[in-house]
């Protein structure tokens, strides 16, 4: 496989990686009433961030690279609305990354590209879900736009 796929396969291992240790430090520090419902959803994301990132290391290793080990910075908040928007601009990227990795291998390995839109489908997911949530909040930074698709 060529090699700047595993690249931009990596790029990706990256992001989830980073998912796993942003979502849990939300899903962590999380307080107040509202606590009870997102506490266990960000680290729903944490685990969905794990799952991608099993997937794309064992991918990885399949085609002959090095998985990586590293992550991106961790953008870090105790207020909900704003770890909302952090978390939907994690989606955004996410959903943007596999598109662009999808375009590079469309045409010539179809079961990678059916796992990265079976991955990608589910990023979009999230942008949608926390998009819906932040629709009209007031104080949000996403309130008043529309659910908009990235990529
Ligand atoms: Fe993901």
Known sequence: MDQTVIDKLNDILRHE??????????????????REVYSDMFLDSAKESF???KKIGQKISALGGVPTVERNPVKQSTDLT???????????KAVALYTEVLKMVDG??????????????????????????LKDHPGSAASGKSTSKVG
């Not at 979502?23 to 107040?32: E, I, K, R």
């Not at 390995?109 to 942008?127: C, F, H, N, S």
Request: cysteine-free; charged content about 20%.
């Open 51 to 53: 799952g991608h990132a």
């Open 108 to 133: 010539k390995d179809r079961p990678l590209v059916i796992l990265l839109e079976d991955i990608l489908l589910e990023e979009q997911e999230g942008v949608d879900h926390i998009s819906l949530i």
């Open 82 to 92: 704003e770890l909302l928007e952090i978390g939907l601009e994690f989606e955004s």
């Open 17 to 34: 990686w980073t998912g796993v240790a942003q979502y849990s430090q939300a899903g962590f520090v999380v307080t107040g009433l509202m």
